[in-house]
T-cell receptor, first 107, second 117 residues
Framework: KNEVEQSPQNLTAQEGEFITINCSYS?????LHWLQQHPGGGIVSLFMLSSGKKKHGRLIATINIQEKHSSLHITASHPRDSAVYICAVGSNYQLIWGAGTKLIIKP | DAGVIQSPRHEVTEMGQEVTLRCKPI?????LFWYRQTMMRGLELLIYFNNNVPIDDSGMPEDRFSAKMPNASFSTLKIQPSEPRDSAVYFC???????????????FGDGTRLSIL
């Protein structure tokens, strides 16, 4: 079993839909990161959180430390949100990466 | 503000040749990371420097790979001799002073797409 599991692996939705991507982990963590990788390959750090909830524009990230689970939500999704979303957890001076969720938003 | 700058963006070379990838971290960032991304294995940490000193190189695949950080504004990743299985996208990332992975986000460069024929 991987230490960081993301679901779903692939997600296709229509423009405007509310999107949820999940991340579960099995190790003790000091912080959880959400990153976005566009089709062109660039990686952008979206959020880093260790408790509660953070919001940036249409993106919301939540984490439940007790349940070892985090979610990334996208409201009013748009085709430009199409990308791979990666969850990574900081644990014991290492960063453990999830496999990523490939999101496609159709117009 | 300039982000993490990597060069070259693309490199195609024949197996056996030496390959050098370059990275300029964001000014003021004291942690630098080299990653490799492949379809099969996803993102893998190769090496991590803190204040120009290699801290964790357990991800470096083998002796053919070496990384240096001669000063705070420059790092190289070398592969010699290169092999087709080294084909991947190599990312460099940097972060501000602080506890790595824990309370400082990493800023990524655009990556170098390496193809070894």
């Amino acid at each position: 079993k991987n230490e960081v599991e993301q679901s779903p692996q692939n997600l296709t939705a229509q423009e405007g839909e509310f999107i949820t991507i999940n991340c579960s982990y099995s190790v003790g963590i000091s912080a959880l990161h959400w990153l976005q990788q566009h089709p062109g390959g660039g990686i952008v750090s979206l959020f880093m959180l260790s408790s509660g909830k953070k919001k940036h524009g249409r993106l919301i990230a939540t984490i439940n430390i007790q349940e070892k689970h985090s979610s990334l939500h996208i409201t009013a999704s748009h085709p430009r949100d199409s990308a791979v979303y990666i969850c990574a957890v900081g644990s014991n001076y290492q960063l453990i990466w999830g496999a990523g969720t490939k999101l496609i938003i159709k117009p | 503000d300039a982000g993490v700058i990597q060069s070259p963006r693309h490199e195609v070379t024949e197996m056996g040749q030496e390959v050098t990838l370059r990275c300029k971290p964001i000014s003021g960032h004291n942690s630098l990371f080299w990653y490799r991304q492949t379809m099969m294995r996803g993102l893998e940490l190769l090496i991590y420097f803190n204040n120009n000193v290699p801290i964790d190189d357990s991800g470096m695949p083998e002796d053919r790979f070496s990384a240096k950080m001669p000063n705070a504004s420059f790092s190289t990743l070398k592969i010699q001799p290169s092999e087709p299985r080294d084909s991947a996208v190599y990312f460099c990332a940097s972060s501000k002073p602080g506890r790595p992975y824990s309370n400082q986000p990493q800023h990524f460069g655009d990556g170098t797409r390496l193809s070894i024929l």
